[in-house]
C-alpha cells in the first residue's frame, strides 16, 4: 500500500522491497523536480520522477556518479582489437 492504495504485488519480498526503494527514490525526485524553475505538470514530475528512478542506474552513469557496467564480449573484442594492432603489454594483454 502506497498513499491509501494498493500499487503492486509481489511473489517474493526482494521484489517488493525493490519496488519500495524505487518509489521512494521517486518521491525524492517528486520532491526535486517540485522546487526547481522548471515548469512542469503534476503529472509530468510524477512520470519523469518515476521513469528517473527506474532507471537510476543509467542517471549515475550519465551524472558520471558511477562507471558503466562493461560488458565482458565488449572487452574482448577490445583486447582482440589492441592484439591485431601490435598494443600488447608484457604480459601478453592488450595494452
Given at each position: 500500500m502506497r498513499n491509501g492504495q494498493e500499487v503492486s504485488t509481489f511473489m517474493d519480498k526482494k521484489s517488493a522491497d525493490e519496488y519500495d526503494k524505487m518509489l521512494d527514490m521517486a518521491d525524492n525526485l517528486t520532491v526535486l523536480l517540485s522546487n526547481s524553475p522548471l515548469e512542469l505538470?503534476?503529472?509530468?514530475?510524477e512520470e519523469l520522477s518515476i521513469f528517473l528512478a527506474q532507471g537510476r542506474e543509467d542517471v549515475l552513469v550519465a551524472l558520471?556518479?558511477?562507471?558503466?557496467?562493461?560488458?565482458?564480449?565488449s572487452a574482448t573484442k577490445v583486447d582482440d582489437v589492441k592484439a591485431a594492432s601490435g598494443q600488447v603489454n608484457k604480459k601478453g594483454k592488450a595494452a
Open positions: 505538470s503534476e503529472a509530468d514530475i558520471q556518479a558511477k562507471k558503466p557496467k562493461v560488458d565482458k564480449s
